[in-house]
């Protein structure tokens, strides 16, 4: 039975496909969902603290964050929002460790070829270094 679902949300309309394979998932009462959202640092930003002190809900634009409270509603068992800053894929393994998160669930970019060796897979990152299981939500769109 899955106690924790960590749930990787972003401001692409993949975020729609990964709540919706989320759906899909046997969810008790019992489950806790944490959809976080990691908001990516530029090089410009890397004199963060450490250990990456949450950032404020305020940083987030009012849509994206309309967003992931319609999310956050649309569950039938208890939740949790979460907003990081820092590299998505070191966030998001971060945050499975913190929660001791059962299970993952992401989208994944599509990226190919040039672009994926030159931008990196999260969701590939992921997978390999995650304490649990990572389930990939494939990009319906491509």
Do not use: F
């Not at 640092?41 to 603290?49: K, P």
């Not at 040039?114 to 997978?127: A, E, F, I, N, W």
């Amino acid at each position: 039975m899955l106690k924790k679902v960590l749930v990787a949300i972003d401001e692409s309309d993949r975020s729609a496909q990964v709540v919706s394979g989320l759906h899909q998932l046997v969810l008790t009462s019992e489950t806790t969902v944490i959809l976080a959202h990691v908001i990516p640092t530029t090089v410009e930003s890397l004199d963060i603290a450490s250990d990456r002190p949450v950032t404020e809900l305020e940083d987030l634009s009012s849509a994206h964050l309309e967003q992931l409270k319609a999310y956050q509603m649309s569950l039938a068992c208890p939740s949790q929002l979460e907003v990081v800053s820092g590299d998505p894929a070191e966030e998001i393994i971060r945050l499975a460790h913190i929660y001791q998160a059962d299970l993952v669930v992401m989208g994944s970019r599509g990226l190919t070829g040039l672009d994926r060796v030159l931008q990196g897979s999260v969701s590939s990152q992921v997978v390999v270094e995650a304490p649990c299981s990572v389930l990939v939500i494939k990009n319906e769109l491509n």
